[in-house]
């Protein structure tokens, strides 16, 4: 399978040149901290699995990791002009929310297969309390297939008035030791929902408590 979503960050042109001033805009706009950043694998593909509390998380992941991230978004996105071509340029692919979408998910295993970074939120959606909702069962479905290291990175701070100046807030990001699906016990009769919420455990382990829901 061939595009953007499975091409290395060299062939991503237009990641190369905006991202570096992208970043810099956004962080000198909104201040990061970045934790466990020695967590992230050096070679090879993974997923980066995540909490999801803003429209701001997927750029600001990929602004604290420094890595060419391909996430799934909403199919509707990819039909606005401007926004959709630049999200297709960066290596990111749309997905049918709500329903099951085969394609989105063996797109998904084709980018880990060419040893790329995938971002997933496995919630589904963003959560407007910031409490952590129940993981759905398709991370479990990825995890198994690809058999790729999971990645638990957690990020807080990311709601209400972003952009100021002088900067008002702090976006924190936490990166925690890979996982697989098989050390989290998949070969052992876990079921799909079960594996789904071993790995978001993981990422409430990052969390506040205030944040974790019902993984507390």
């Not at 020695?38 to 420094?66: K, M, N």
């Amino acid at each position: 399978m061939t595009g953007p979503p499975v091409w290395p960050r060299e062939r991503l042109w237009l990641w190369r040149i905006g991202f570096p001033i992208a970043r810099a805009i956004a962080t000198a706009l909104v201040p990061m901290r970045v934790e466990g950043l020695e967590h992230l694998p050096t070679r090879g593909g993974y997923i980066v699995v995540a909490d999801h509390i803003s429209w701001y998380d997927p750029p600001a992941i990929e602004f604290a990791l420094r890595v060419p991230i391909r996430y799934m978004a909403k199919r509707e996105v990819f039909s606005v002009p401007i926004v959709g071509a630049v999200l297709r340029a960066i290596g990111n692919f749309p997905v049918r929310r709500g329903e099951s979408d085969r394609g989105a998910l063996e797109m998904a295993l084709a980018v880990v297969a060419a040893g790329q970074p995938l971002g997933y939120f496995p919630e589904g959606t963003r959560s407007k309390d910031e409490r952590l909702r129940q993981a759905k069962p398709g991370i479990a479905f990825l995890a198994r297939r690809s058999g790729a290291p999971l990645v638990p990175v957690a990020i807080s701070g990311s709601r209400g008035r972003l952009f100021s100046f002088p900067p008002r807030q702090r976006i924190t990001v936490r990166v925690g030791e890979a996982v697989t699906a098989a050390s989290l016990g998949a070969s052992e009769g876990m079921d799909d929902q079960a594996l789904a919420d071993a790995i978001m455990l993981r990422v409430a382990a990052l969390l506040p408590e205030r944040m974790r829901g019902m993984y507390s």
